[in-house]
């Protein structure tokens, strides 16, 4: 019962933002192109709960994730106030925001990756796990600036905002060492806890089935 509340809390806070944000947007198509991933990526957790429950780490950090992505669409990238807080703070030529997302999109995908793998016995706990699943991150990322490519050739000027790039011809390169960091992060700093949410979730199935 107390997952489900959780789970629950973290569903209307991501919709409830969702709505907001849609509401004016800076820009609506580049709000649409930003939150994609978050209309996509709902009704698949949804779908897939009774029979594959993630664990609550991944559930929580999906959720930030989306949080990001709604605020980035929001305003896009290069407006979010809070990147320019950050970006006076550290004396920073750009606002940064866009870089938590991407920190965020080598993480949420890596540990998914990892606990499908382990989950499904692809692989057993070791290095081999833990470097696929940051492989399949940084392959997530490199994908997603192939889409910010695709889109920029097809919207010409209008894919500025979507692109992010304030002006810095290393854009790309950065995003995905983010993403590199951000897996790379996870691995290090939550595989404990992810375990023990693992053998967690799987004890519950194992006495439900």
Known sequence: MAERRLLAALALIVAFSLGLSGIAPYDRATWLLEV??????????WASYRRFPLTRLLYVLIAFHALVLILGGAYTYARVPLGFWVQDALDLA????????????????????????????????????????????????????????????????????????????????????????????????????HDRQIAEVAGHLSRVR
Not at 40 to 45: C, G, Y
Not at 157 to 176: E, H, I, N
């Open 36 to 45: 994609a991933p978050v209309l996509i990526a709902a009704p698949v957790l």
């Open 94 to 193: 750009r606002n940064p925001y866009d870089k938590l997302g991407h920190f965020m999109q080598g993480l949420v995908p890596m540990l998914v990756a990892r606990e499908i793998l382990l989950r499904n016995g692809y692989l057993r706990p070791g290095p081999m796990l833990g470097f696929l699943a940051v492989c399949v991150a940084l392959a997530i990322s490199a994908f997603y600036e192939l889409i910010e490519w695709w889109v920029a050739l097809l919207a010409g000027g209008g894919a500025v905002d979507f692109l992010g790039t304030q002006g810095d011809p290393w854009d790309t390169q950065s995003d995905m060492f983010l993403a590199l960091i951000g897996a790379s992060f996870g691995l290090l700093s939550l595989t404990r806890l």
